[in-house]
Nanobody, 122 residues
Framework: QVQLLESGGGLVQAGGSLRLSCAASGRTFSPYAVAWFRQAPGKEREFVARITWSGGSTRYADSVKGRFSISRDYAKNTVFLQMNRLKPDDTAVYYC???????????????WGQGTQVTVSS
């Protein structure tokens, strides 16, 4: 079973950037997809971005399209989420997940990390 470890969260001013990392151990991400979700206090966990490990196909939530970019590093068995032009509404705990599905619901994925806090101040 794969273990996922997120890192890179923190406090940043609006308009700033952060890069989140999701490192896998136990097995590689292949051949599954890897996704980022986020959950703000009092809200449901929502889809942010997804990448297929083999082909690198990506998908983004409309709210982050053009600002966030998801990528992968085969050698490091790591997925990244580059977040630019951050807004206060991006404040949430960000979770990395992987699984065989290609959906955008949390139920489509099986393994989850512990999450990393991202706070964007206005």
């Amino acid at each position: 079973q794969v273990q996922l470890l997120e890192s890179g969260g923190g406090l940043v001013q609006a308009g700033g950037s952060l890069r989140l990392s999701c490192a896998a151990s136990g097995r590689t991400f292949s051949p599954y997809a890897v996704a980022w979700f986020r959950q703000a206090p009092g809200k449901e966990r929502e889809f942010v971005a997804r990448i297929t490990w083999s082909g690198g196909s990506t998908r983004y939530a409309d709210s982050v399209k053009g600002r966030f970019s998801i990528s992968r590093d085969y050698a490091k068995n790591t997925v990244f989420l580059q977040m630019n032009r951050l807004k206060p509404d991006d404040t949430a705990v960000y979770y990395c997940t992987t699984g065989p599905g290609l959906g955008v619901s949390p139920a489509d994925f099986g393994s989850w990390g512990q999450g990393t806090q991202v706070t964007v101040s206005s």
